[in-house]
């Protein structure tokens, strides 16, 4: 796990994202997310930046516990706490094939000081065709991913939570994407284990 990379996003979603920006700034691809007491997608960052390195610098993730493919941690990232679980694709596919990239990550997170409760976040690695929409299929539906850099968030957040108990429910979830470069992509990840992370992640998170 690229632990500056992970802190690098997490810094990202958490200063993006904070209730003032929210309150001030609403992004209208964050329709729906007012409603819902959702957070707005935010851009992952593309590089680490020396501000956001060094605001992660104290924050690294612990890992609480591992259940299946998914692992719940917790991290501090400028003082504001986040619990995420996090997990690796089971397989992953280019067309054309073997192009290179970075390796993938499928977060569900919670940040208490934003009331944000299990939003899905995918660092795909590699960055995204600007304007460009991905998907995730589970549980016999696709659901419309908002992209910005190299991060996707749910286009419609009112859709979040069915997703995630969809996901609770199901042997795996598939992200589809297309990159900068015209390249698609297709990552399946396991889902072996995450509703234990969520519920672990639910004890550890109240505040």
């Known amino acids: 796990m690229s632990v500056l990379r992970i802190l690098t996003f997490l ?8 209730t003032t920006a929210l309150a001030q ?9 007012k409603d819902s007491g959702k957070a707005a997608p935010a851009p992952a960052a593309k590089k680490p930046e020396p501000a956001a390195a060094a605001a992660a610098g104290g924050a690294e993730p612990t890992l609480i516990g591992q259940y299946g493919t998914w692992g719940a941690y917790t991290a501090t990232p400028n003082g504001k706490k986040v619990c995420f679980a996090l997990a690796k694709p089971s397989s992953s596919k280019t ?8 390796p993938a990550y499928a977060f569900v997170s ?27 299929e589970v549980g016999g539906a ?5 992209t910005q850099g190299d991060g996707l968030w749910i286009k419609n957040a009112a859709e979040e939570e069915q997703m995630v108990a969809a996901m609770r429910k199901s042997a795996e979830v598939t992200i589809k994407g297309v990159s900068a470069k ?3 992509t297709t990552d399946v990840f396991s889902l ?12 550890d998170c109240k505040r």
């Open 95 to 102: 067309n054309p094939p073997n192009r290179p990239r970075d």
């Open 25 to 33: 700034t609403p992004s209208p691809a964050a329709k729906g997310a």
């Open 110 to 136: 919670t940040r208490p000081a934003e009331k944000v409760v299990n939003e899905v976040s995918i660092m795909i690695g590699y960055a995204l065709k600007p304007g460009s929409e991905s998907s995730l």
């Open 11 to 18: 810094v990202a979603i958490a200063a993006l994202c904070g």
């Open 142 to 146: 696709s659901y419309a991913m908002y």
């Open 192 to 203: 072996k284990g995450l509703s234990q992370a969520l519920d672990r992640l639910a004890q």
């Open 182 to 184: 015209g390249t698609e």
